[in-house]
């Protein structure tokens, strides 16, 4: 993995998010994601489309669902990247993870009331 491929992968902020996300929950379905992240199916898959082909995530079809994790092959450099930042801007996902506990996520974190 190039260190430029890499940030230009997450250049984008639901791109970003989406990936913070599962690097927390180390799986998502899509659905999870629409509703965390309060976008349309065509728009969620469009940007988990676009990771894939940065080879930062893999996908795995469970019925009608698509669940997403982080690469297996994604380098330890870039894990730490993603941990740390997740870890260092609470504030960053607060909203997605509010929306994912309300829809039953359990280990949604750092979350409103």
């Known amino acids: 993995m190039d260190p430029i491929q890499f940030f230009k992968c997450l250049a984008q902020d639901t791109r970003l998010k989406s990936l913070l996300l599962i690097e927390q929950h180390q799986e998502l379905c899509v659905c999870d994601l629409i509703d965390a992240l309060a976008l349309s199916q065509p728009k969620v898959s469009r940007h988990l489309a676009e990771l894939r082909k940065c080879e930062l995530l893999v996908d795995e079809r469970r019925g009608k669902w698509v669940y997403y994790k982080l690469h297996p092959s994604l380098p330890h450099w870039a894990k730490q990247i993603l941990a740390t930042t997740r870890l260092q801007n609470p504030s960053f996902l607060h909203e997605e993870l509010c929306r ?7 280990d949604a974190t750092r979350c409103c009331p």
């Open 100 to 106: 994912l506990q309300t829809n039953g996520i359990a």
